[in-house]
């Protein structure tokens, strides 16, 4: 069975066709890569996956449940979860208090006892500071544990944002471009990241990134789409040697260098 | 009675979106509640009384120094005290503190330097009232409402007419996109905020006519702002709706049932519609861009 | 000595509301303009059990804590689910501020404008000092919770937070009723320290004061404030300035702040030994975002 499966989707904002019929489905333990060229829709398809936008027709499916009805809240613990294509963190906590802040769940004491700083209160933040540090340590981040989040660097904020979504122990994560930003030996850092955390975690991951040797590299499926249609859903060889693809993605001209 | 009460809801609806235009345009640009407009609609009401009173100035020219005070006023506003959040891009919530730190701070300017003496204006219009199917008009009340729907109907045209109002209505929708094609980011909020620094002159002086003049008459502009937010905040026509809607309610509340409830009425009627209406009835529902 | 003890036994009642606010407008991120009528309901209820009812002094505190409480989740309700703008929050306050007062003025067993004179004087200074500590303990406690995490979390990225599974409603609810309730019982001691309340003194110049104190302390901070409005009833005092200068003051520290230091004169740290020793560890002082620890 298909973990997600998006069939007919259109989103419309006002008279704009942000997405338009789109369909694909991802099994359990895949990764593919969402490309197109700049305002093709891809975050839209995120955002109404992850429940920000609702869909305007069609059905979302996530493990055979349908999700269009489900608030944000209720998807992430479902089982969703994403990074940020302009990087969100909580910029005025530290580097450790984002990930502590997501595993709130974790955290089984409750009000009264918070009030009352109870041994138990004291035990579990302990619980979930160890807890964040193994988060930290898989994207190497736990020299900067004390850091404030919005004074690393910027590869390094793209890195914290991910452990923050591994935090949430998804089963699909929805990567909206990691590697903008870095430079090339930082994004073969990264595309062994989420090679290891991939195996680590179990997950199934969709991936939206403009560095081509990126996905390339990561996604042995890539689903194309442009102005909010799918242009191609296939193999990445396939879809390399797509004339459409490289018409659309790289331009006319470009396309016909390739092709010779 | 009911004509009577419907009338006079009209002409204080009049005066209500005069004001919630200021509210509107500002928050269309910008994207913060200006609290402080409230406290230039005061300034501007002294403006107009102590021309009138002190230097005998007579109802035109004063009326006309009021709202170029104001205006100035408004833009001295801006320049000082919000320019220097915009220019680093401050989240709206610093803009709003600002904003309400400017208020209070001009409010009790008044209150230590001119006092809290009421200031009634010296009678314009005579207290005379015209006969219309049997109700009374007062003539102030007509001349405010006619009044007030021409200087609307002005900015109107100045908005979708003029190359100035069509530059501020695509920075309404985008001021970033706005600013790359060219248009003066500075220039423009400084207009926005004198335009809506003379309408809020103007209605301070219609204000300060019909009741009076005194340091926290800007309280009632809070209710202008229920009238933006319930027309949808910087919507246009959205803040000429909200005011009429709110003026009559009101009135009609304050003649049929108490008038102590009256204000508690007004914020409980912004809560409503602001749960069942988040955009007010005319404002466009922004999506959080994520 | 007296008259000291009395400015410090306000200070002290005054910290109470506004820790409360703190929790409310510097670490969720939300704008309140009638903090003063939570602390108006809290001594109204407080006072009338205490006088009319002859409710032990500690019970009639819990009372209008409660109260307080219960109240700010009526008006919380409707404009917090709805996921408001933060500007339509502060108005929704600020005719909460205005009903409350009508009430206060029309109801019989408040005595409506004249007030509730020849309340019991229980509020001693041991009493502020030992109710003061208790919250500030208990709200940095909170701060440094999952909830305070969240919180803060919400403040921070509101959407962010949601992708993150945390219900925004729910924390900002929490938020209000907390400082709602801190509010309460800091005028149910109020109350029991001046022995006389009316609706005119719960206006908005004492919740300007409390906001402006959370501003100009940092948002984001609980020591800040604590200092702020120590100054704010201190140095009045000292001068012995009248009411509508102070107001001045407030509305330009307001414009100031937001304009030079928006993160307030204690920014996003505490007061702390750590951060004493941190002055004298620049590297530390710079890099580490350890402050937030106190």
Redesign the interface.
Known sequence: MSLLELKNVTKC?GGIVAVKDLSFSLNDGEIAGLIGPNGAGK?TVF?LITG??KVTEGIILFEGKDINKCDPVSIVRGGIART?QNIRLFNKLSVMENIKTVLFREANYNFAQVLMKTPKVVKMERHLTERSMEYLKVVGLEQYANFRADSLPYGLQRKLEIARALALKPKLLLLDEPAAGMNPEESLALVDLIRYIKEQYNLTIILIEHHMDVVMELCPRIIVINFGELLIDGSKEKVQSDERVLKAYLGEEYANVAGN | MFLQTLITGLSIGGIYALMAVGYSLVFSILN??NFAHGTIIMLGAYIGYFLISSFKLGFPFSFIGAIVGAALLALINVRL?YS??INRK?P???????A??????????V??TVGSHFYSFPEIFKQSTIKFFGSDISPLDLFALIFSFIAIFALHLFLTRTKMGTAIRAASYDMTVASLNGVNMNKLIGIVFILAGAFGGLAGVFLGVKYMVYPTMGWIT?KA??AA?IGGLGSLPGAVIGGVILGVLETFVSVYVSS??R??F???L???F??IL?AGLLGKYL??K? | MEYIYGVISVIGIEIIATVGLSVFTGFT?L?S?GHAAFMAIGAYTAAILTYFYNVPFILALLAGMLMSALVSFVIGF??L??K?????F???T???G??IR?ILE?LSITQGARGLPGISHFTTLPVVAIFSVIVVWMTRNFILSKFGRNAIAVREDA?AAEMAGIDIFRVRMLSLVYSAACGGLAGGLFAHYLNFIQPAMFTSILS?QL?SAV?AGGMGSLTGPIIAISFFIAVPEVLRV?N??R??A??????LI??YR?SGIMGYHELSFASFKNLFNRKAANQSAGGRRM
């Open positions: 904002f975050t955002n920000v936008y940020f | 913060f509640s005290a220097p959040l401050a709206p919530l610093y803009l709003m503190i600002t309400m730190g400017v208020s209070i701070f001009l409010e009790n300017m209150y230590v809070n702002y229920i937010v102590v409830i204000d508690v007004s914020f409980s912004v809560i409503l602001l749960v988040p999506e959080e994520v | 991120g704008f303009l409707p404009t689910r709805a408001l703008r933060g500007d339509y502060a108005i929704a600020l005719g909460f205005e009903a009508v029309n959407v300007t906001t501003v009248a509508m200068w107001l001045v407030y509305g330009l520290i307001l414009v937001m304009i928006p």
